[in-house]
């Protein structure tokens, strides 16, 4: 599946124009047009049970949450990525102020937020941040591992075109069934680890990350080590790709994602991978291993004792790669001491292999579109494919 990053961002507008009636046709996205970057989230089911407190915006200059970086004085033309880096490497509160319509902004360097302080960047639904196909857009990088209390929150924003640039591959050459590829290259708009995420009424897409490997992924969004977890609501996740993880990738990181939507994403790996002395002489990560990536062509988790939770989301149309599983969900708890929760959730259209492996509870098929091992597999008020 191939995108253009340029159409894709003209979209945005687009989008508004066909749902709301707002803003004109589209036109270059780079000069910024329309009123608002449009909808996002899903558009035909909601989580019966409502968004926590972390779903939801933060109300940017109320008490509690002063303004700290204005980025641009009321232009587009003010908008500049020097602006917008300047503002993110001090981190705290940030908005923009780019003038009535809506603003792209290039992302030629991948901006380094602060791991020591809480940032929300709020675009007000008119900032699209662009990596032109060539730039991982943010990066967070704590050399520790699920020990920080630091929050990144992206809200009302649109990230296009990221792009994870791996550098280290897996020595070669080896022979398959040994794992090819690469062993970095993760999180084409948002690479994390050691930070707690919040994601709110924000679209991703046209992002990617390494296309091949047994372990790295995350087209769109990886978090590695994270004390509180990943919380996304009222998103969007298109025609993201990675080997693993197409659209949104977690190690050791809890994943909580409500009200979203998950269509069009691609994991570009095949044949999975496993440990398998017998297969492969060669070792790599540890383990002499086989198969490289494919899992997960929406939404990936992997790790102990981390839990997945779905509601009110729409995952539609993606895909795993060949021989690999979870087209819609890949969600392995390695110590069976992470659950999965499904609620007023669609997931169809996906494909992929697929197995349902639980340590207790009556619930033990989540369907087709799901590869997971858990503890337990809770499925209310939602349609799987497969079941």
């Keep these: 599946m191939s995108f253009d990053r340029r159409a894709a961002a003209a979209s945005l507008v687009a989008l508004l124009a066909a749902c709301d009636g707002g803003g004109g046709g589209p036109a270059d996205p780079d000069a910024g047009v329309g009123d608002d970057i449009g909808p996002a989230g899903n558009p035909s089911g909601a989580c019966m049970a409502g968004v926590p407190t972390r779903g939801q915006p933060v109300a940017t200059g109320a008490p509690g949450h002063a303004v700290d970086h204005v980025v641009g004085t009321g232009t587009a033309a003010s908008c500049t990525f020097a602006a917008l880096e300047a503002a993110v490497t001090a981190g705290g509160v940030i908005t923009f102020d780019c003038g009535p319509g809506v603003v792209t902004i290039p992302v030629t360097a991948t901006l380094a937020l602060p791991i020591d302080r809480d940032t929300v960047i709020d675009g007000g639904r008119k900032v699209v941040l662009d990596g032109g196909g060539a730039t991982q857009i943010l990066r967070f990088d704590s050399p520790n591992f699920r020990a920080l209390e630091t929050t990144v929150t992206l809200q009302r924003l649109a990230l296009v075109g990221g792009k994870a640039t791996p550098t280290e591959a897996i020595p070669s050459p080896r022979p398959a069934p040994c794992s090819q590829g690469w062993n970095d290259g993760e999180g084409g708009a948002l690479y994390m680890r050691d930070g707690n995420l919040n994601v709110v009424d924000c679209i991703f897409r046209d992002h990617q990350a390494a296309p091949l490997g047994p372990d790295t992924g995350g087209g769109a969004i990886y978090v590695l080590g994270s004390k509180h977890g990943v919380v996304i609501a009222d998103s969007t996740f298109e025609g993201n790709r990675a ?145």
């Excluded at 990536?293 to 539609?316: E, F, H, K, M, P």
């Excluded at 007023?344 to 997971?372: I, K, P, Y």
């Design 243 to 387: 080997s693993n993880a197409a659209a949104v990738g977690g190690l050791f990181a809890e994943l909580a994602i409500y009200d979203s939507l998950f269509t069009g994403n691609t994991a570009l790996g095949h044949d999975a991978n496993n440990n398998d002395p017998a297969r492969c002489a060669f070792m790599n990560n540890g383990q002499n291993e086989i198969g490289s990536g494919g899992n997960g062509g929406a939404i990936y988790s992997d790790g102990a004792s981390v839990d997945v939770t779905l509601c009110g989301d729409r995952i539609v149309d993606n895909a795993a790669g060949v021989a690999a599983f979870g087209g819609g969900l890949f969600f392995t708890s390695n110590d069976f001491g992470g659950d999965l929760v499904i609620t007023d959730t669609v997931m169809t259209g996906n494909s992929g292999g697929h197995w349902t492996q639980v340590a207790t509870g009556a619930t033990t098929d989540a369907g087709s579109a799901v590869g997971t091992n858990a503890h337990s597999l809770t499925i209310t008020r939602s349609t799987l494919q497969g079941l």
